[in-house]
């Protein structure tokens, strides 16, 4: 507006110029009236002149105090406002943009009650007389729209102050989200904390550096046997004597005078008679400036602990006795064994040179009896000469027997795997047997399956005794019937080696299973043998246990009453050939 008015009054002192210019040259022929016009003209010229002056050179220094005043009010980050009396805002800088998101143009000629929210209205107009009467507003929090329309929190503060020419309220408004935020959190924080004060396992207390308790939780009060917080406040812990006779004061001390967290266990017995072992860690709180300004107590009840951990001294303590005469007595059954170990290996040695000593005389009492037996023609005397070799093959197989034990119990028998054919093996076993096999009229059977090849390597002469244990047992308790000797593979993963698996059955009387275990023992016998009918020493399959043991095998039995037995035989990782 004010643009336009200055430039219609250019073009007036324009006009009036030009026609007092062209007038001069007319005055000279002209009447009085005309040089009074002329005079009148030059003096609006002057006027306007100065009219001119004031509006270009006064409004202009004006307009650059105003604007540089606007640049100030920009830098400041907090929204600068004026409005008017009767609400409309005058004046806002830009950070109006910036925290409000309004540009200035858009808010500056409206009225404020637009951006405040409805339930904020009424306080903001009584905020705003308080202004206008009282010239002045302290600091107040309240809350403005947002242009997205959220709401903001905010802190105004405003005065009155002439502005062109009329009172308004001039003042700023600041953006305390964050503070708010930070408000919230510490409030959250002093409720979680408090909460966890009153609610934690531990006794917790704190007290100035001068002793006097000022806060003390539940589990505190509980570890103590204090009454009440009231009636603990009322302890000083520097002149209190139950902690200055167990040395609490002193640790408090301690903590001030070092600045440090300090622990302290003992005994403490409370003016209300309870008794603890108590554990507390003394832990002193600084201000900015490093000056102490209160103590932090963190106390446990460890009588509990303390209890176990003397139960625990005293049972250790009974644990090591223990432990003491289980050693001796340890040492006490290695003596034994050693003891025993001795007696075994001289009972083997004992009877392995008596079998040797026995042996000699034995086969020549056979071998003489053989002698005689082919020299005599009585039959009275021919029966007695082979009941003689009878008795004497007897004795000298239990001898044998004997000896193979106590070898094996002295382990002075050593395995000595070597190449054999499988079916001369077996051949050469059914053939040893063959004259028993006819007389009882029991055939043995081979089956050796075809997946087995030809070789095998392992120690042939023990093989072959197992073999001849096994089949002579079968031969002993069958009457009628067969013996099956059955031998196959089993293959693994190298083609070179198999688990070979050997059978061994009959037809005979069988055995009952209580005594699968007990038939393994040396001189153990089945408890429906007949002694006058099968003989024999109960050693055979002791040491064919034993052998197979020692071979790396595994033996197992199968049986039923009346119907016969199969042993069967694992030997595992055996190798195997064609050629």
Same mark, same amino acid.
């Given at each position: 507006m004010k643009k336009k008015l200055i430039f219609i009054i250019i073009l007036i002192f324009i006009a009036l110029e030009i026609f007092s210019v062209f007038g001069f040259k007319y005055l000279h022929n002209q009447e009085l009236k005309y040089h009074i016009a002329i005079g009148i003209i030059l003096i609006l010229n002057a006027l306007i002149a100065y009219v001119l002056y004031w509006f270009l050179i006064k409004n202009t220094h004006k307009t650059e105090i105003d604007i540089n005043y606007k640049r100030i009010l920009d830098t400041i980050t907090d929204v600068v406002f004026i409005i008017s009396t009767n609400g409309k805002i005058l004046f806002v800088n830009s950070q109006a943009n910036t925290i409000l998101g309004y540009k200035p143009k858009d808010i500056e000629g409206k009225n404020f009650i637009k951006f405040i929210p409805k339930n904020e209205i009424i306080k903001y107009l009584r905020r705003l007389k308080e202004v206008f009467l009282k010239r002045q507003i302290p600091l107040f929090e309240n809350f403005i729209l947002h242009a997205d329309g959220h709401q903001i929190p905010i802190e105004i503060s405003a005065k009155i102050m002439e502005y062109q020419g009329k009172y308004a309220a001039i003042g700023t408004i600041r953006d305390i989200t964050n503070r708010k935020k930070a408000e919230q959190a510490l409030i959250e924080s002093e409720k979680n904390f408090r909460l966890l004060f009153e609610n934690a396992p531990f006794g917790i207390y704190t007290a100035t550096p001068q002793g006097k308790i000022l806060e003390i939780n539940n589990e505190a009060l509980r570890i103590i046997g204090s009454p009440s917080a009231e009636a603990s406040k009322k302890i000083n812990i520097l002149t209190f004597p139950p902690l200055i006779e167990n040395g609490y004061a002193s640790a408090f001390r301690e903590s001030i005078r070092k +600045?440090?967290?300090?622990?302290?266990?003992?005994?403490?017995?409370? *003016?209300? +008679?309870?008794?603890?072992?108590?554990?507390? =860690?003394?832990?002193?709180?600084?201000?900015?400036? +490093?000056?102490?300004?209160?103590?932090? &107590?963190? *106390? =446990?009840?460890?009588? #509990?602990?303390?209890?176990?951990? /003397?139960?625990?001294?005293?049972?250790?303590?009974?644990?090591?006795?223990?432990?003491?005469?289980?050693?001796?007595?340890?040492?006490?059954?290695?003596?034994?064994?050693? /003891? #025993?170990?001795?007696?075994?290996?001289?009972?083997?040695?004992?009877? &392995?040179? *008596?079998?040797h000593e026995i042996r000699t005389p034995m086969n020549a009492i056979i071998g003489f009896s053989e002698v005689l037996q082919m020299q005599l023609n009585d039959e009275k005397y021919l029966f007695y000469v082979d009941k003689i070799m009878s008795s004497g093959n007897n004795l000298l197989g239990l001898i044998n027997d004997i000896l193979d034990l106590s070898k094996m119990e002295a382990k002075q028998i050593e395995i000595k795997p070597e190449k054999i054919n499988v079916r001369k093996m077996f051949d050469e076993v059914a053939l040893i047997f063959s004259g028993i096999s006819k007389q009882k009229q029991i055939p043995i059977i081979l089956n050796i399956n075809k997946n087995l090849k030809k070789y095998i390597y392992t120690d042939a002469f023990r093989l072959k005794q197992i073999l001849m244990n096994l089949v002579s047992n079968a031969l002993k308790f069958t009457e009628?019937?067969?013996?099956?000797?059955?031998?196959?593979?089993?293959?693994?993963?190298?083609?070179?080696?198999?688990?070979?698996?050997?059978?061994?059955?009959? &037809?005979?009387?069988?055995?009952?299973?209580?005594?699968?275990? &007990?038939?393994?023992q040396s001189f153990s016998r089945i408890a429906q043998e007949d002694d006058r009918l099968y003989g024999g020493t109960g050693l055979g399959l002791a040491i064919t246990r034993q052998l197979v043991e020692l071979m790396k095998g595994s033996i197992s039995v199968k049986s039923k009453i009346g119907q016969g037995s199969t042993f069967t035989i694992l030997f595992k990782d055996i190798k195997t050939s064609d050629d």
């Open positions: +600045g440090k967290k300090v622990n302290f266990e003992r005994l403490y017995v409370s *003016m209300w +008679g309870k008794k603890a072992v108590i554990s507390s =860690q003394i832990i002193p709180l600084k201000d900015e400036f +490093g000056k102490i300004v209160k103590i932090y &107590t963190v *106390m =446990q009840d460890i009588s #509990a602990r303390k209890l176990a951990e /003397k139960r625990l001294k005293e049972q250790n303590e009974e644990y090591s006795k223990l432990v003491s005469e289980y050693q001796n007595q340890n040492k006490k059954l290695i003596e034994a064994k050693l /003891k #025993a170990d001795e007696s075994n290996r001289l009972k083997s040695e004992f009877l &392995t040179n *008596m079998s009628n019937g067969e013996v099956l000797i059955f031998a196959r593979a089993k293959h693994t993963e190298n083609k070179e080696i198999i688990d070979l698996i050997i059978e061994v059955s009959d &037809t005979g009387i069988g055995i009952p299973e209580e005594e699968f275990q &007990t038939i393994f």
